[in-house]
């Protein structure tokens, strides 16, 4: 299901995520908003700012077999203008999900992600297993791309799994282009994912709304 519009409609997202569990909607940010994030990826990639992406929650182990992409971790306290827009938007996000479906989530965490070509990341969950109850949990996923001009042929499409656990048809499945300025919202614990192989540089800037440690 794809919303198109000039504005976000968060009350036509959210009920979408409350029947679905996901949601893809176009234009999530301005566009030049859009633009300056991929600039802003492109200057860190090229300062060697970047970091390669690991697999794991505290020990974090680079394994190129699963995911070939580099990343850098944005700080709300040392946003430039173009990530204030981005925090802006998400604290809409993050409020409206509240509001609506009593999640109780309260912080975000964020990475732009590079992937060169040829860049690829396996089937999986956002909310690490066998998880503490205790701390910060990854509940809400929010993907925004940054990718001006991409075409079909280029690949790189986020692969989301919709009923893993449906035995009559466990392997539906949806292909979304990440085309700039398309956000992807799902529940982190519920929908196993994957970055298909590019064709060309895939950027993007992914969130995560975290859910109160249990006391």
Not at 17 to 27: K, L, M, S, W
Not at 120 to 141: E, M, T, V, W
Not at 158 to 170: F, Q, V
Not at 177 to 191: C, E, K, M, N, Q
């Amino acid at each position: 299901m794809r919303i198109s519009t000039q504005s976000t409609n968060f009350e036509e997202l959210v009920d979408h995520i409350a029947e679905h569990g996901f949601c893809v909607i176009n234009d999530f940010l301005p566009e030049a908003t859009v633009n300056a994030l991929a600039n802003e990826a492109q200057r860190l990639k090229h300062t060697q700012v970047m970091q390669e992406a690991g697999i794991g929650r505290e020990h974090l182990n680079v394994n190129k077999e699963i995911r070939g992409d580099s990343i850098y971790w944005l700080d709300e306290g040392d946003a430039t203008e173009a990530q204030r827009s981005y925090f802006g938007q998400m604290e809409n996000l993050r409020l409206e999900l509240n509001r609506h479906l009593y999640l109780g989530l309260f912080g975000l965490e964020s990475h732009l992600a590079v992937y060169p070509e040829g860049g690829f990341y396996k089937k999986h969950l956002d909310c690490f297993a066998g998880h503490n109850p205790q701390k910060p949990q990854r509940k809400i996923s929010c993907i925004v791309y940054l990718n001006q001009g991409w075409h079909m042929q280029d690949g790189g499409q986020l692969k989301l799994y919709l009923n893993e656990t449906d035995e009559s048809d466990k392997y539906k499945s949806i292909l979304i282009s990440p085309l700039a300025g398309r956000a992807v919202i799902f529940l982190s614990d519920t929908f196993y994912h994957e970055v298909m192989p590019t064709y060309k540089e895939r950027i993007s800037l992914t969130g995560w709304f975290l859910s109160r440690p249990q006391q």
